[in-house]
């Protein structure tokens, strides 16, 4: 076994402490990588708290990774030691059901394995993320990560990035729409970046003003206060997709009424309550309500290899990572432009 260090919860009402365990010897497919940078995801909060049931402790948080490959196993074809490696949401699948054969991972039929949180394929060894110095994980679920871009700022395209990219390229998003990004955050931030470089036009809808100058710098072509109903009035019927990243809970039915005739609002955000729709909001303009998880193995490749050709990273703030439930506390108050990530070397 190897030994590592990390940062971990016990339950749901402690605070995440540095925590030793032990991940798995390299199997002749696995790739051990040592983590230098772990992005933190809104997920990692509601995780640690058991927001959406199920926790298993302890739990060590973190599915936006990256780092150096230090060892690789027998069978090991994609990588060597030395190569800049990321990896993302999920850790496994069952490889063989339709989706999985599909490239659609996330979306396993005899269910995926979460990086943290979860249970291998086994359905008995729990899996533990990148709050930690290292990490064992198959090749099939490592990424490449292009030396192009720096590395702290890549970590976040593993979740927030490909959260945002999938949607877009699945509904072929681009040159000749209209594309409203609901909420400028950790997802927001880099729907507006992708929007941009596929060619739409992009609006950004907020409820706080101050972040026009940052949506603007971004490449956000207009800017909407949502509290403002003047604002709201002018780009009634207007858009062809809305990209909803927000977390919050929030009345999808004024947001529908923002979308063109058979226009399509796709949810990436997981509020804490359920939505309440009225049928009118669909069936008056043939509106579709989309969601979207994340993306397969495939797909976030690509994703990192298109960020790498046109200079795409998020925006980050480094924190060591015994600030990280001050970070929590600025990220769930919005406080944060527009990604928080941990510098490992810290730990």
């Not at 509601?46 to 069978?75: L, N």
């Not at 969601?291 to 998020?314: F, K, N, R």
Request: glycine residues 10%; proline residues 4%; negative net charge.
């Amino acid at each position: 076994m190897i030994p590592t260090k990390g940062y971990a919860v016990q339950d749901a009402k402690t605070d995440l402490a540095p925590w030793n365990f032990e991940r798995r010897e390299l199997g002749p497919h696995d790739v051990q990588f040592d983590i230098q940078f772990c992005g933190v995801c809104h997920s990692d909060l509601h995780q640690i708290k058991d927001d959406w049931g199920g926790a298993i402790y302890p739990m060590v948080p973190g599915h936006e990774i990256v780092g150096k490959v230090v060892k690789v196993g027998s069978h090991v074809k994609k990588f060597k030691v030395g190569d800049l490696a990321g990896t993302g949401c999920l850790v496994d699948s069952c490889r063989t059901c339709e989706n999985c054969k599909e490239g659609l991972e996330q979306f396993c039929l005899k269910g995926r394995t979460d990086t943290y949180n979860a249970l291998g394929q086994d359905g008995v060894t729990p899996t533990y993320g990148g709050y930690s110095d290292t990490i064992v994980v198959h090749e099939d679920f490592v990424l490449h990560i292009s030396d192009k871009l720096p590395l702290a700022a890549v970590a976040p395209l593993l979740c927030a990035g490909i959260t945002t990219y999938s949607p877009l390229r699945h509904w072929k998003v681009g040159k000749g729409h209209k594309l409203a990004v609901l909420g400028l955050g950790g997802l927001g931030h880099m729907a507006v970046k992708f929007g941009v470089a596929f060619g739409a036009e992009v609006t950004v809808l907020s409820t706080s003003t101050n972040k026009e100058a940052d949506a603007r710098k971004l490449g956000a072509h207009n800017f909407i206060v949502t509290k403002d109903e003047k604002q709201l009035a002018s780009v009634a019927g207007s858009f062809d997709f809305i990209l909803d990243t927000v977390s919050a809970p929030h009345d999808l039915n004024l947001y529908l009424s923002l979308l063109r005739v058979n226009g399509v609002h796709i949810c990436v955000g997981v509020p804490p309550t359920p939505y309440e729709i009225q049928a009118f909001s669909l069936i008056g303009g043939r509106r579709s309500l989309a969601g979207s998880l994340i993306g397969g193995l495939p797909e976030t490749q690509e994703m990192l290899d298109y960020c790498a050709e046109h200079g795409i990273v998020s925006e980050i703030e480094m924190i060591d990572i015994k600030n990280v439930h001050e970070a929590y506390d600025r990220m769930t108050k919005g406080d944060v432009r527009y990604r928080f990530v941990i510098d490992m070397a810290t730990l």
